[in-house]
């Protein structure tokens, strides 16, 4: 929030209470005051960010990645340990485990389940819900997202190119116009690219329930990201932010946003040699494959845990441009918040609110 704002000011309080009855879905949906969930980021989203988030009024996510079991108990108890606000857990759908994890959510009382990665399995989704929790999934597409719900999803999030870590191939810009008003029948969070709160209120006019942001909190203090993971994104501008990058159309490369590097330099290198080694015939295609979606393995962790900036992935979205500095996640939400609000009454005739008489323009209708 700008510190010149006065949350007393009666058009600040209406433009608060506008952004509350637009955001109202999400919300009541997610159960916290701010419709603004901290995507699940793997090794960003442990117990601290995700408790700091919901109880600033955010909702946080707890991010699974390849957690067994037993340490997603765990990470769960400690989270409830540090908040009595609600959060979220993200599971992956391909993750080996997941019908014991599903488990552990529902054994845990978890109320929302984030399930990315792919479409999910009608028994995954079943499991779930039977649980007593509530489901959100990810639609790339208009044509998921009506799978997803036709499969049993209470929520969707809608992710576009511009986020951090796997992406889908459209951005947030066209994803929103292609969904939005096409999609009325669950709560959307829209995902990808979101650094300002002025900009989730254009969302939310177009039909949003609320927003998820990633890159904004992973350099939060309350991250436990390395030191020189968030300095890298307080440097970065969107530009450093660029998805992997496929040499040969025979060996696909998932695409990931992140920050450019000597790592997504080498990547390249790798690429190539090891399509010199399938052309010469050392090695057979599946294993040049494996060669090449091997050279990541353990590369966000190396990053994040042990601030490997040059050499591991530096997952980010476009939104890099925007983190400015590493802030309090209350501060950001109230930032992001703030925005909303001073865009709303920018737009609220002069005097309206302040008790003064109003404007009224000589081509409006009243003025008639
Ligand atoms: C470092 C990093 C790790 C991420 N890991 C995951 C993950 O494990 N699961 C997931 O569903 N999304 C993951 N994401 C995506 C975020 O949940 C979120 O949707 C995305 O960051 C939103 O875009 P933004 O970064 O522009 O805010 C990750 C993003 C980042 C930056």
Sequence with gaps: ???????????????????????????????????????????????????????????????????????????????????????????????????DLIKVCVAAGVTHVVL????????????????????????PALVLGKRLMKLGADALVIEGSEAGGHIGPVSLTVLAQEVLPHLRDLPIFVAGGLGRGDAILGLLEMGAAGAQLGTRFAASTESVAHARFKQAFVRASARDALPSVQLDERFPVIPVRGLVNDGTKRFLVHQAETLRRFQSGELTKEAAQLDIEHFWAGSLRRAVVDGDIEGGSVMAGQSVGMVTSIQPIAEILEELVGQAVQALMRRQPQGAGTGLPQRVDAASPQAA
């Excluded at 996510?61 to 108890?77: D, H, S, Y």
Aim: aromatic share 6%.
């Design 1 to 99: 929030m700008s510190p010149d704002m006065n949350i007393t000011d009666p058009a600040y309080v209406a433009a608060r209470a506008e952004l509350d009855l637009l955001w109202a879905r999400g919300t009541a949906f997610l159960g916290s005051r701010v419709a603004i969930l901290g995507g699940a980021m793997s090794w960003v989203s442990e117990r601290n960010l995700v408790s700091a988030i919901s109880n600033a009024g955010g909702f946080g996510v707890i991010a699974c990645g390849a957690m067994g079991p037993a340490l997603l108990e765990a990470e769960i108890a400690a989270t409830k340990a540090l908040t009595d606000k609600p959060f979220g857990v993200n599971l992956i759908t391909m993750h080996p485990k997941l019908d």
């Design 116 to 139: 990315a990665g792919g479409v999910p399995s009608g028994s995954a989704m079943r499991a779930l819900k039977d649980g007593g929790a509530k489901v959100i999934g990810f639609a």
